[in-house]
């Protein structure tokens, strides 16, 4: 191994403790730290909101190395790991991460030595029982303080909506953290946004007043939270992170040296790799089974269902052959069959049909011609406003490329409009049904053209 890495704090870590860098377990008690060093001068403060394009990227964000610790995630379910989990990253949604990151001034063990039992069983060549008690490495030093993670997931029918909304967080929040007092609320257009889509925001939480991980739709409280977060840490710091030194940087008396790792680190992170594409995966087929109106043609909840099942039996069937790996190099450490399911794709995404659009409906052997302005409130639903004719109002509502309006004229005449749009969302063809009790129930021809 490196002379050290830094990985996540887990409970049970302390100066001097032995750590499995295979799997971030805790080991026992080799060394003998000292005096510890250190922890002169004042806190550091770091705030940031930034998109996420990955899941990777949130392990690298939220201070989870693929290189160092991404393969802990293969055999624990707990801290950063679980709420990683939990956040449900996948490729539809647009994800946000705020992020406030309260450091004191590293501490680390200068003085550190092999404890007389550790090193008598290096002297006689027992390197395996050395690494069976002690692990790979032992905590040399520490960072305490704290840190607050809040990943927003915004979801909608109309992607670019998720964008916008994205954007206009980013421009609110984005130098928010300079000063304690700017206000954590959100404009009114930006609020109505929101509330006409999908938000879920799910926190992280280590210091200040308790741990917590939680999830909520109320981005401004989360956001206030994330700003006082600081001064909540000052009377409470703890450890979130811990460097973990190679065994060789100590004096060790004469004998066999460790047992090298590198060979197991580099399969299991090429593991932690193909375990985050496949959770990715896993998590867009769910989002297919709760969104299925927001595809054009989604398979039917059957394939769904053995497709997430797949996808599932090779995440658990990737975890074995990983605790294999730590447990027999020779035979476990090798390359992963990595598959998908017969037929997996993911479908096309609805199409927006926001804006203003001309229908032209046949009637009595006449033609009549109106302009429909459509407006998404969140759900492929949309509201509905006619201009010209009957100045009707109602809601419209877009399944894969089937479009309808339920309305209501001037004077109270009811009907529904039914088009089936072109693969292009320009042009679409079908009918009107008058509902109302005094109209002929004959279907009349309609045209739909999105003009602008």
């Not at 703890?238 to 030194?245: D, H, I, S």
């Not at 052997?365 to 109106?370: E, V």
Request: charged share 20%.
């Amino acid at each position: 191994m490196e002379q050290s890495v830094n990985i996540p704090w887990v409970l049970g870590m302390d100066y001097g403790m032995g750590v499995n860098l295979l799997n971030g377990q805790v080991a026992g008690k080799g060394v003998e730290p000292g005096d510890l060093k250190g922890g002169e001068g004042g806190q550091v403060v770091t705030y940031n909101m930034q998109l996420l394009n990955t899941m990777e990227e949130l392990y690298s964000s939220i201070g989870i190395s693929i290189e160092s610790s991404g393969s802990y995630g293969l055999f624990s379910g707990d801290g950063k790991f679980k709420y990683s989990k939990e956040a449900k990253f996948n490729s539809q949604s647009t994800f946000l991460l705020a992020r406030c990151v309260v450091q004191n001034p590293f501490t680390q063990a200068e003085e550190a030595n092999i404890k007389l039992n550790a090193g008598e069983l290096i002297k006689q060549g027992k390197t395996d029982v050395f690494q069976f008690r002690y692990g790979d490495g032992f905590v040399r030093g520490m960072l305490t303080g704290g840190e607050f993670f809040a990943v927003i997931s915004i979801t909608s029918s109309n992607r670019d909506e998720q964008n916008t909304i994205a954007t206009s967080l980013q421009a609110k929040y984005g130098g928010f953290f300079a000063s304690a007092d700017v206000s954590a609320s959100l404009d009114d257009q930006t609020k109505s946004k929101i509330s006409k889509n999908e938000i879920r925001v799910s926190t992280y939480q280590r210091g200040g007043q308790g741990d917590q991980q939680g999830f909520t739709k109320d981005i401004e409280a989360v956001m206030a939270r994330l700003q006082a977060f600081p001064s909540a840490v000052i009377h409470n710091p703890v450890p979130f992170e811990v460097q973990v030194a190679n065994y060789q940087t100590l004096e060790l008396p004469e004998g066999p040296n460790t047992i090298d790792i590198k060979a197991q680190k580099e399969a299991l992170e090429d593991f932690a790799r193909l375990h985050i594409k496949l959770m990715t995966v896993r998590n867009d087929i769910e989002f297919l089974q709760l969104h299925p109106d927001y595809f054009v043609n989604p398979p039917n909840p059957t394939t769904l269902n053995q497709w997430n099942e797949f996808i599932s039996d090779q995440i658990r069937e990737l975890k074995r052959q990983a605790s294999k790996c730590v447990d027999s190099p020779k035979d476990g450490c090798g390359i992963f069959p990595l598959k998908l399911p017969d037929g997996f794709a993911m479908p096309e995404r609805t199409r927006d049909v926001s804006g203003t659009w001309q229908h032209t409906t046949e009637y009595d052997g006449r033609q009549f011609t109106a302009k429909w302005t459509f407006n998404p409130i969140g759900g492929n639903r949309y509201d509905a406003q006619e201009e010209g004719l009957g100045n009707a109002k109602g809601i419209a509502v877009l399944h894969g490329n089937h479009f309808q309006i339920d309305f209501t004229a001037a004077g109270g005449t009811t009907g529904r409009y039914e088009w089936d749009l072109n693969a292009d969302f320009t042009i679409g063809v079908g009918k009107l049904l008058f509902t109302s009790a005094d109209k002929d129930k004959n279907l009349h021809d309609s045209q739909l053209i999105h003009i602008n």
